[in-house]
């Protein structure tokens, strides 16, 4: 079933509609980028693959930058403007409740994005990549972040180009 929520469909509605659209997509792709680049980076630096120069400030580092600058904003700017997309569109259907819960699931694996990258990021030490033998080494925790974003990517971008028919369960 749609739920339909009428809007004015002029040409500056139109116009309108289409910037978000624009923004949305844009925002989306800067997040999903920065998204996958934060476990490669992670991971290079944890297995000695990439050397950064150090700032001497935890808080200073190329992953934090990137995820408080660029992945945080653009996530919050692509949610902002794919709800007013749906919104001023008036159209609720089964494939966008599929597309948000995978949405959902992209936002969980920001959040543990932001953990990784202050556990990886946590020490000025150079053991700081070195954990408790009972945790995931920070290597291993970002391949199964960027495999988990990448397929949450994929099935986010494949749902919205196919907007398959999804069978309600009764």
Known sequence: GRLH??????????????????????????????LLYLPAIMA??????IDLQKTGRPDATVQRLVFTHIATPSALVAIMAGTLVF??????????IAKLTLV????ISHILTGLVVLAATGSNDASSSQRPADSMPITLQCAVLGITQSVLIIAIFWTVLAKPSVVPVH
């Open 104 to 107: 959902v699931g992209l936002v």
């Open 87 to 96: 919104v001023f569109n008036g159209t609720v259907d089964a494939w966008l």
């Open 5 to 34: 929520i009428h809007f004015r469909r002029d040409s500056k509605g139109l116009c309108l509609m289409l910037w978000l659209l624009v923004l949305h997509i844009s925002a989306l792709l800067v997040w999903c980028a920065a």
């Open 44 to 49: 290079g630096i944890a297995s000695g693959s």
